[in-house]
Nanobody, 114 residues
Framework: QVRLVESGGGLVQAGGSLRLSCVGS????????MGWYRQAPGSRRELVAT???????NYADSVKGRFTISGDIAKNTVYLQLNSLKPEDTAVYYC????????WGQGTQVTVSS
């Protein structure tokens, strides 16, 4: 049983910052990659950022230059630093980990007020 636990969401004003954390536990050898997705009300879940072995990162165009993903795949941990937040960043943010299949956390709410 693989479990991903997120923390760090909350309410922040536009221009503010948050830091999300995700730790994986359970029957894990090593994930291929970890990352963050988000889903706003009425919208599809979308990729925010991913990190793979060798610290290779990938970002959605909408967050490049504002969000930074970091972590240690070997330790099953991933973080997301969210800076210069905008109201359109409001969503439930989900931690994702891939090891042949995708695993998902329960989600953490990020709300950005204007």
């Amino acid at each position: 049983q693989v479990r991903l636990v997120e923390s760090g969401g909350g309410l922040v004003q536009a221009g503010g910052s948050l830091r999300l954390s995700c730790v994986g536990s359970g029957n894990i050898f090593r994930f291929n990659s970890m990352g963050w997705y988000r889903q706003a009300p009425g919208s599809r879940r979308e990729l925010v950022a991913t990190i793979a072995s060798g610290s290779r990162t990938n970002y959605a165009d909408s967050v490049k230059g504002r969000f930074t993903i970091s972590g240690d795949i070997a330790k099953n941990t991933v973080y997301l630093q969210l800076n210069s937040l905008k109201p359109e960043d409001t969503a439930v943010y989900y931690c994702n980990a891939n090891l042949l299949i995708d695993y998902w956390g329960q989600g953490t709410q990020v709300t950005v007020s204007s």
